[in-house]
């Protein structure tokens, strides 16, 4: 059975830092694309970023380049999120995905929440 | 980037209701929409790839169309079970993008 869960959520501080991580079982970790989706309160999905196989080519959405690092690492099939400089408005949860490239976000973690206040 | 929009972003229906959700894209995406189903505290799930594939284990009361930019996600007979959110997204170019979501309600 597939399974993906993210962890290191929690409360932060706007400026602060925080790393989620991803769990991967039940598949081939090293073979697909993985991403990050985060979803506000309330509101509609937002792809994050995503990274390819062996880590060569990554991409992030404008409004969080600079601030956050995707990485992985096939050997413990875990896919991280390194969050920095955090801002309110990235509260949301944030749920891991793999990919096939050119398809759809196939399997899906259940999310984790993080929150950005003082 | 490519813009994603669905239309209705609401829309109430009853059982066995045929119910059919559109998505237009800002430019031409050929056939990489994906379409997913997300209930209340749970992660999206996939139901259509590549604008009319089937995802295994989904009913076939869903289905796909369209190419280009605009795409059709149709629910032959409504269930109990599909009262959800259903969002289109774009896998033809980074960024990807999602539509705003479709909330399908019970009439």
């Given at each position: 059975?597939?399974?993906?869960?993210?962890?290191?959520?929690g409360?932060?501080?706007?400026?602060g830092?925080?790393?989620?991580?991803?769990?991967?079982?039940?598949?081939?970790?090293?073979?697909?694309?993985?991403?990050?989706v985060?979803?506000?309160?309330g509101?509609?999905?937002e792809?994050?970023a995503n990274?390819?196989?062996?880590?060569?080519?990554?991409y992030?959405?404008?409004?969080?380049?600079?601030?956050f690092?995707?990485?992985?690492?096939?050997?413990?099939n875990?896919?991280?999120?390194?969050?920095?400089?955090?801002?309110?408005?990235?509260?949301?949860v944030?749920?891991?995905?793999?990919?096939?490239?050119?398809?759809?976000?196939?399997?899906?973690?259940p999310?984790?929440l993080?929150t950005?206040?003082? | 980037?490519?813009?994603?929009?669905?239309?209705?972003?609401?829309?109430?229906a009853?059982?066995?209701?045929?119910v059919t959700?559109s998505?237009?894209?800002?430019?031409?995406i050929?056939t990489?929409?994906n379409?997913?189903?997300?209930?209340?505290?749970k992660?999206?799930?996939v139901?259509?790839?590549?604008?009319?594939s089937l995802?295994s284990?989904v009913?076939?009361r869903?289905?796909g169309?369209?190419?280009?930019?605009d795409?059709?996600?149709?629910?032959s007979?409504?269930?109990?079970?599909?009262?959800?959110?259903y969002?289109?997204q774009?896998?033809?170019s980074?960024p990807?993008?999602?539509g705003?979501?479709t909330?399908?309600?019970?009439?």
């Amino acid at each position: 059975e597939v399974q993906l869960v993210e962890s290191g959520g929690g409360l932060v501080q706007p400026g602060g830092s925080l790393r989620l991580s991803c769990a991967a079982s039940g598949f081939t970790f090293s073979t697909y694309w993985m991403s990050w989706v985060r979803q506000a309160p309330g509101k509609g999905l937002e792809w994050v970023a995503n990274i390819k196989q062996d880590g060569s080519e990554i991409y992030y959405v404008d409004s969080v380049k600079g601030r956050f690092t995707i990485s992985r690492d096939n050997a413990q099939n875990s896919l991280f999120l390194q969050m920095n400089s955090l801002r309110v408005e990235d509260t949301a949860v944030y749920y891991c995905a793999s990919q096939v490239w050119g398809g759809p976000f196939d399997y899906w973690g259940p999310g984790i929440l993080v929150t950005v206040s003082s | 980037d490519i813009q994603m929009t669905q239309s209705p972003s609401s829309l109430s229906a009853s059982v066995g209701d045929r119910v059919t959700i559109s998505c237009r894209a800002s430019q031409s995406i050929t056939t990489y929409l994906n379409w997913y189903q997300q209930k209340p505290g749970k992660a999206p799930k996939v139901l259509i790839y590549a604008a009319s594939s089937l995802q295994s284990g989904v009913p076939s009361r869903f289905s796909g169309s369209g190419s280009g930019t605009d795409f059709t996600l149709t629910i032959s007979s409504l269930q109990p079970e599909d009262f959800a959110t259903y969002y289109c997204q774009q896998s033809h170019s980074t960024p990807r993008t999602f539509g705003q979501g479709t909330k399908v309600e019970i009439k």
